[in-house]
């Protein structure tokens, strides 16, 4: 066991959380319950008004978190709703920790999760420490359909990708964006909480709830200079809720922020051709306008699939808004074909 520095934790768990009250209780537990107690808590309440769709109250779940575990947990809560990225920059700047580690509120860690990642964090001192994940539906039925089961073996091979060992420099970078030898989620990781600042710093204010972590992980995984992968399992990943589960979207809110991703590409490419074409190459251009155009062909699925038939003329018509009407078209076309 490490004892505990004078000057702050070593690990900020940030926990993020918009109408995810129902599994904030799970998340927190699986916090408190660690054996390695070297962390501080940090929720962001993204404007979550207290309570979600099922009359959980926030303040009422920290309250009694608190009181079981005799520890406080920082709160901030932001007037109105500015996304996951927003949600995510609050808790990291707020942060008093050396590494931070991102939680879903609807996921929870591994038991022994912190004892592994700070272990390895101490021995390598690495600017990102990476471990693998269990996925899961938080359904009670006692089988998983067919379609899920695929769901979930798909999602499996692109969480659980991750480089066993050391990678240095450019290697993080390039082994990312280029290679794909490890996966660009920020849950199932410590990042050094210098690093991650760095990283924000480059991304303006943008409400961003879909693929923030590809965003976010550009740039951390450019700054870093050593990372190290761990064989072992960290983290339990819930595919049941979320604005990505595959459920029905009925408003065209909902479906605007699945639409609003392509200001991430935007964003990007216009970083690496304009803004700082020195620090990247063609082979880095070329790697994000294909990530792109995998989103809208995503955003497509999903528009075909879980879009509620009242709004398909509407979410249809913002979907080109946001992506282009021809950049849709030119896309819809190769997926026919």
Not at 127 to 151: P, R, V, W
Not at 201 to 206: F, L, T
């Amino acid at each position: 066991m490490f004892l505990k520095k004078k000057n702050g934790p070593f690990i900020t768990i940030c926990i993020p959380v918009f109408q995810t009250e129902k599994y904030l209780s799970r998340c927190l537990e699986s916090v408190f319950s660690q054996d390695y107690q070297d962390f501080e808590i940090i929720v962001v309440n993204d404007n979550s008004n207290g309570f979600d769709d099922y009359g959980n109250d926030l303040k009422k779940i920290i309250k009694s978190i608190e009181k079981k575990y005799n520890k406080k947990i920082t709160v901030f809560s932001h007037e109105k709703n500015k996304g996951l990225l927003e949600a995510r920059r609050t808790a990291v700047y707020a942060a008093k920790g050396k590494y931070i580690c991102i939680l879903d509120s609807d996921d929870f860690l591994e038991q022994n999760a912190l004892l592994t990642l700070s272990e390895a964090a101490q021995k390598t001192n690495a600017d990102i420490i990476h471990g693998k994940a269990n996925l899961f539906f938080d359904e009670t039925e006692n089988e998983i359909s067919d379609k899920k089961q695929k769901m979930m073996e798909n999602k499996q091979r692109v969480v659980n990708n991750i480089y066993d060992g050391t990678l240095q420099n450019n290697q993080i970078f390039d082994g990312f964006l280029l290679n794909n030898n490890h996966c660009g989620f920020l849950w199932g990781k410590l990042i050094k909480k210098d690093i991650y600042i760095e990283a924000l710093s480059k991304i303006p204010p943008m409400h961003c709830t879909m693929n923030e972590d590809l965003l976010q992980y550009f740039f951390i995984s450019y700054y870093a200079e050593s990372y190290f992968g761990i064989d072992k399992k960290i983290y339990n990943y819930s595919l049941s809720s979320g604005i990505s589960s595959r459920t029905i979207i009925n408003s065209l809110e909902k479906w605007e922020k699945i639409c609003s991703t392509s200001s991430i590409f935007t964003f990007l490419i216009d970083e690496i051709q304009n803004e700082n074409p020195q620090n990247y190459s063609k082979l880095h251009l070329e790697a994000i306008r294909i990530e792109c155009i995998k989103r809208l062909k995503n955003n497509l699925l999903q528009y075909e699939s879980v879009v509620a038939p009242e709004i398909q003329k509407e979410a249809y018509e913002m979907l080109c808004d946001y992506w282009g009407e021809d950049f849709v078209k030119k896309v819809e076309k190769s997926v026919s074909e």
